[in-house]
T-cell receptor, first 113, second 116 residues
Framework: DQQVKQNSPSLSVQEGRISILNCDYT??????FLWYKKYPAEGPTFLIS?????DKNEDGRFTVFLNKSAKHLSLHIVPSQPGDSAVYFC????????????FGTGTRLTIIP | DTAVSQTPKYLVTQMGNDKSIKCEQN?????MYWYKQDSKKFLKIMFS?????LIINETVPNRFSPKSPDKAHLNLHINSLELGDSAVYFC?????WGRGNNNEQFFGPGTRLTVL
């Protein structure tokens, strides 16, 4: 039972444009969401998070939007840079902390120079 | 100054063997985790230890046994390896655990296990 879904396995975006990565979840108990970024041969690294009491969180070029009624979140990267090329994982948890993260299968983002 | 390290990075072994993967974190964190990323790229938690105490044990065959000699180490022992155990195994750590803590997880680089 895949509770966190990233339906786009890959995405290509021109450098300087906006990258939008999407994530859907089915478990209504999830109340904290995270995005991780992963380069080849490395472990995932934390990027940005959002709790269910908010609908938006910004950190520099990265913004995460949460639509609880649709059980959907998205990560916006603007402007996209070549170094953003990586696999992005959406994750969710039922606690405010990061205990027992449930991950999506990832979206491979390629930024085209 | 690696935060979370795993050894070995690659492990190729025959079915039926017993192997271990070591994990160490130098962040002073209290909680450590083991994740498995299978061929379909699902990243699933297997175990979590907080202050050397097992707090999460997902439905994992008992051939897998985590061992935490101290807070900085969480090793994964796998007995009687099977073909389906082939995957990338990630260790992670976080400062604390549970509601109210900002418990960002830091991941190691992964260990690619191939069972022949």
């Amino acid at each position: 039972d895949q509770q966190v879904k990233q339906n786009s396995p890959s995405l290509s975006v021109q450098e300087g444009r906006i990258s939008i990565l999407n994530c859907d979840y089915t478990n209504s108990m999830f109340d904290y969401f995270l995005w991780y970024k992963k380069y080849p041969a490395e472990g995932p690294t934390f990027l940005i998070s959002i709790s269910s009491i908010k609908d938006k969180n910004e950190d520099g070029r990265f913004t995460v939007f949460l639509n609880k009624s649709a059980k959907h979140l998205s990560l916006h990267i603007v402007p996209s840079q070549p170094g953003d090329s990586a696999v992005y994982f959406c994750a969710a948890t039922t606690n405010f902390g990061n205990e027992k993260l449930t991950f999506g299968t990832g979206t491979r983002l390629t930024i085209i120079p | 100054d690696t935060a979370v390290s795993q050894t070995p990075k690659y492990l190729v072994t025959q079915m039926g063997n017993d192997k271990s993967i070591k994990c160490e974190q130098n962040l002073g964190h209290d909680t450590m985790y083991w994740y498995k990323q299978d061929s379909k790229k699902f990243l699933k938690i297997m175990f979590s230890y907080n202050n050397k105490e097992l707090i999460i044990n997902e439905t994992v065959p008992n051939r897998f046994s985590p061992k935490s000699p101290d807070k900085a180490h969480l090793n994964l022992h796998i007995n009687s390896l099977e073909l389906g155990d082939s995957a990338v195994y990630f260790c992670a750590s976080s400062q604390g655990w549970g509601r109210g803590n900002n418990n960002e997880q830091f991941f190691g680089p992964g260990t690619r296990l191939t069972v022949l």
